[in-house]
């Protein structure tokens, strides 16, 4: 079961750089997220997708983009990384009303900016 | 906003002991309740939830009820063991998202 996959799962940017953190889940969820986490402040979501074609904006989507080309793939991308992004990226898919609403998670990626 | 409180710890306890996490939550309608368990080095994984006032979600020996009229979700657990030490998050879902709680952390000594 493969559930939800990010890749890489670690990286090191300089600032500036440019990067693109893909996930996949093979359970045909229609809703798909970003969320970071940093430190005592729990997990804030970037941006998220109802829907192949379609993305949204969370609660902190600033210096981020994301793409949602395939039902299947949510990418999300730094143009130009900022030391402040610095954090534990994590993806989840979650299951529509009649399966109860549930988000499922990936491992993580470990992304530093120096 | 929607919110969700919950005491951030880190809570330490012996083994055996008695376990509550204290959570509580702000919407503005009837959310469904959730228990999320993140051990190290790994993303979150559901341990319990509730969809409806008055539910109780249980798994693994963790219980936690469902309170309307105190919009509480506590989670519990008779007797911890050290393989229990994670961090614990309280999240609501309403809509389309979900609303996560800043995590409990949860360290249980043999």
């Given at each position: 079961n493969a559930g939800v996959t990010q890749t890489p799962k670690f990286r090191v940017l300089k600032t500036g750089q440019s990067m693109t953190l893909l996930c996949a889940q093979d359970?045909?969820?229609?809703y798909m997220y970003w969320y970071r986490q940093d430190p005592g402040m729990g997990l804030r979501l970037i941006h998220y997708s109802v829907g192949e074609g379609t993305t949204a904006k969370g609660e902190v989507p600033d210096g981020y983009n994301v793409s949602?080309?395939?039902?299947q793939n949510f990418l999300l991308g730094l143009e130009s990384a900022a030391p402040s992004q610095t954090s534990v990226y994590f993806c989840a898919s979650r299951t529509g009303i009649s399966s109860g609403n549930t988000i499922y998670f990936g491992e993580g990626s470990w992304l530093t900016v120096v | 906003g929607d919110s969700v409180t919950q005491m951030e710890g880190p809570v330490t306890l012996s083994e055996e002991a008695f376990l509550t996490i204290n959570c509580t939550y702000t919407a503005t309608g009837y959310p469904s309740l959730f228990w999320y368990v993140q051990y190290p080095g790994e993303g979150l994984q559901l341990l319990l939830k509730a969809t409806k006032a008055d539910d109780k979600g249980s798994n693994k020996g963790f219980e936690a009820t469902y309170r309307k009229e105190t919009t509480s979700f506590h989670l519990e657990k008779g007797s911890v063991q050290v393989s229990d030490s994670a961090v614990y998050f309280c999240a609501l879902f309403y809509g389309q998202n979900f609303v996560f709680g800043p995590g409990t952390r949860l360290s249980v000594l043999p």
């Open positions: 359970m045909n969820h229609e949602r080309l395939k039902k | -």
